[in-house]
């Protein structure tokens, strides 16, 4: 079986966790992309859903989602998205698609948390997939280079990357760009995601900590679901 067949059986289940007349966040990347089809053929009524990116809302407007801001309804009932990693207790890694800004604020404004995923995501150790840090674009070198000391500090020479498009710097819906660090092994994420707060100029990293409420694994034969 594919990865995607695993991230699809993820996103199927946890459409079934929704419920009608709920305020839901749809998240972002291939396997969010599964689960806002398969809600979206629930025909739930009463449904309001605030997405995580452009993209995301472009797919659930094509597919008739009822669509909402989180200006408009600041408190949600369950958000669904997927993640890069996933490491012991759903410490999360996500970033991969440049839109963990608006995914963390929309996690955090919601009462309940669900991550999909295929198997291959889940880890012992977090950062075998490389942490994205977004950055503001004015003066992005200097907050590069205060970056590497956090990363130093933390045992990790790599200094991060900025991430490339084909046609320049990757540009966040909000604007912003995305720092990409090689981490290797992340030991004291907590530490990390304090540290990496602590500098001016970083919007936000991509260390989703004690916010996932429990995970939704496709597998070949099933889905497996965790619990922190
Ligand atoms: O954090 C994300 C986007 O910012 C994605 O959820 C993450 O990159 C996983 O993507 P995919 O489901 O395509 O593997």
Redesign the pocket.
């Known amino acids: 079986m594919s990865a995607d067949d695993q991230?699809r059986r993820a996103g199927e289940a946890a459409a079934e966790r929704v419920a009608a007349g709920m305020i839901v966040g749809l998240?972002?990347?291939?396997?969010?992309a599964w689960f806002v089809k398969a809600l979206a053929a629930r025909k739930l009524p009463d449904l309001r859903c605030v997405p995580t990116s452009e993209a995301t809302a472009e797919l659930a407007r094509e597919l008739g989602l009822p669509l909402s801001t989180l200006e408009d309804t600041p408190r949600i009932d369950l958000t669904v998205?997927?993640?890069?990693e996933v490491g012991p207790g759903l410490a999360l890694i996500?970033?991969?698609?440049?839109?963990?800004l608006r995914?963390k604020l929309v996690w955090e404004a919601s009462a309940r948390c669900i991550v999909i995923a295929d198997a291959a995501k889940v880890v012992k150790t977090l950062g075998r997939f490389a942490l994205p840090i977004e950055v503001v674009a004015f003066g992005h070198k200097t907050t590069a280079n205060r970056i590497a000391d956090v990363l130093a500090d933390h045992d990790i020479a790599m200094p991060a990357r900025v991430r490339q498009a084909e046609r320049g710097l990757v540009r966040t819906d909000g604007g912003n760009l995305i720092y990409d660090a090689a981490c290797g092994a992340i030991h004291d994420p907590a530490r990390l995601a304090d540290d990496l707060k602590l500098i001016t100029g970083v919007v936000e990293h991509g260390l989703f900590l004690d916010l996932a409420d429990e995970a939704i694994v496709g597998t070949d034969d099933g889905i497996e679901v965790l619990t922190p």
């Open positions: 991230k998240g972002t990347g291939s396997t969010a998205d997927g993640a890069d996500k970033g991969g698609g440049a839109a963990l995914e």
